[in-house]
C-alpha cells in the first residue's frame, strides 16, 4: 500500500506518518507539500490512496483535488482543519472517498484511515446526523438487508461508484456495458432510497459498508 500525503506543514505529516505506522497494514509513504509537488514526483502507478489537505499553497480545494484524481487515477481522501457540511458535500460530490477532520482525535484518526485503507469511505459523525434518522435503529441488520438485496454485480458497481469512478471506466474495470452500469447503479440508489451518487456516499458510509467478498 502506497499512501501519498499531500499537505503544506511538515508536522502535520509526520504526526499523520507516525499514526500510519500503527496501522497493521505494510505501507510505503509518499510526501508532498502541495499538488504541483505531488505530480512533479509521481507518476499515477506510484499511489494506490492520496492524502490531500483541501487547503494548499497554490492549487487548492476541489481544484487541487480534481487535479489528483486526474493525475494519479485512484482513491482521494480530504482532510482538513475545516470541517463544514457544505466544503465536505462539495469534495465527495467531485468525487473524494472520504473526509476526515484535522481537529479528530488520534483514535478516530487511525479508525478513519483503517476503513479507508480497507477501501471504505469515511464522513465524520456531524456530517452524517441528516441520514441517521432515514436508518434503522439497527445499522448491522440495515446493511444486511442492504448487502442481501443486491447481485454480486450491483454491489461491485455501487462501490466503484462512490469510490469516485465514472461511469465509463466502471463499465472498463468489470468489462461491462456503460448502460448495464447505469441499470446497476439505479437498482442501488433505489435499495439505498437515495437519487444521486452523493448522497449514496452519505448513506453507505452511515451503514459502514465496505468491499468484501461478495463483490
Known amino acids: 500500500m502506497r499512501v501519498l500525503i499531500i499537505d503544506d506543514h511538515h508536522l502535520f505529516r509526520s504526526g499523520l506518518r507516525f499514526l500510519l505506522t500503527g496501522l497493521k497494514q505494510s505501507i510505503q509513504y509518499l510526501e508532498a507539500s502541495s499538488c504541483e509537488e505531488a505530480t512533479l514526483l509521481f507518476d499515477s502507478n506510484d499511489v494506490d490512496v492520496v492524502l490531500l489537505d483541501y487547503y494548499l499553497p497554490g492549487v487548492a480545494g476541489v481544484d487541487a483535488l480534481e487535479r489528483i484524481k486526474n493525475h494519479f487515477q485512484t482513491n482521494v481522501v480530504v482532510i482538513s482543519s475545516a470541517d463544514s457540511p457544505e466544503i465536505i458535500h462539495k469534495v465527495i460530490n467531485r468525487g473524494a472517498v ?61 462501490m466503484k461508484a462512490i469510490q469516485g469512478l465514472p461511469n465509463k471506466a466502471i ?23 437515495v437519487d444521486n451518487r452523493t448522497d449514496a456516499v452519505y448513506v453507505t458510509a452511515s451503514l459502514g459498508l465496505i468491499p468484501n467478498n461478495k463483490q
Open 98 to 158: 472520504g473526509f476526515i477532520p484535522k481537529s479528530s482525535s488520534p483514535e478516530v484518526l487511525v479508525a478513519a484511515l483503517k476503513l479507508v485503507l480497507a477501501k471504505g469511505v469515511y464522513l465524520p459523525p456531524n456530517v452524517l446526523d441528516q441520514y441517521s434518522s432515514s436508518l434503522s435503529p439497527d445499522c448491522e441488520k440495515r446493511r444486511e438487508e442492504l448487502l442481501g438485496s443486491l447481485s454480486a454485480r450491483q454491489l461491485a458497481v455501487l
Open 171 to 193: 463499465a472498463h474495470e468489470l468489462d461491462i456495458a456503460e448502460g448495464t452500469v447505469k441499470s446497476h447503479l439505479f437498482a442501488c440508489y433505489r435499495a439505498l432510497e
